[in-house]
């Protein structure tokens, strides 16, 4: 069964303190990969999306990279108004166009 | 300007009610999503519309059913409400059905006592 798992449920860091969120899937032929941020009481906002293993992409703090078995999304020296809920979602190869969601990482950058 | 819009914002309803959820894009996209994020926060799937014609129609109960006038509106209706129906439903929309960058509205959120 198609499936998403990410890791930590929860993360607290300090400021400037840089760490990594994990997402690992289990599909029958990737599609493609998706990252997103969830603010409160917001809709997912998109990121990044890869597609083959050993791709990277990078926005301003913020590095995904993605392997056979699973994507880090990398955040580098966090600022406050990082904090966010991280989700990652999948697309199958032979798909009717569906992504398949991870429960997300809630992630608190204290000043 | 708002991208994907999405109203009410809350809904808080009794048991057995009907409602309407209303969502417009302005984006200019084929195809439009309806979504439901329970308090585990995973995001479900529940129809996929594309140029008012629904691709994807996931195991939801009969009572929900999307209505799309046209591609920048798809509403979703809800019948005889119950009680794990309270969520939160978030409407989203693509370039087209093979595009998949998702642009998501800020969320409904139903409560139904």
């Known amino acids: 069964e198609d499936q998403v798992t990410q890791s930590p449920e929860a993360l607290r860091l300090q400021e400037g303190e840089s760490s990594s969120l994990n997402c690992s899937y289990t599909?029958?032929?990737?599609?493609?990969l998706f990252w997103y941020r969830q603010d409160p009481g917001k809709g997912p906002e998109f990121l990044f999306t890869l597609y083959s293993a050993g791709e990277e992409k990078e926005k301003e703090r913020l590095k995904a990279t993605l392997t056979k078995k699973e994507s880090f999304l990398h955040i580098t020296a966090p600022k406050p108004e990082d904090s966010a809920t991280y989700l990652c979602a999948v697309r199958r190869r032979d798909s009717n166009y569906q992504l398949i969601w991870g429960a997300g990482t809630k992630l608190i950058i204290k000043p | 300007d708002t991208a994907v819009s999405q109203t009410p914002k809350y809904l808080v309803t009794q048991m057995g009610n009907d409602k309407s959820i209303k969502c417009e894009q302005n984006l200019g996209h084929d195809t439009m999503y309806w979504y439901k994020q329970d308090s585990k926060k995973f995001l479900k799937i529940m129809f996929s519309y594309n140029n008012k014609e629904l691709i994807i129609n996931e195991t939801v109960p009969n009572r929900f059913s999307p209505k799309s006038p046209d591609k920048a509106h798809l509403n979703l209706h809800i019948n005889s409400l119950e009680l794990g129906d309270s969520a939160v439903y978030f409407c989203?929309?693509?370039?087209?059905?093979?595009?998949?960058?998702?642009?998501f509205g800020p969320g409904t959120r139903l409560l139904v006592l």
């Open positions: 599909v029958s032929g990737l599609r493609g």
């Open positions: 989203a929309s693509s370039l087209t059905s093979t595009v998949e960058t998702q642009y």
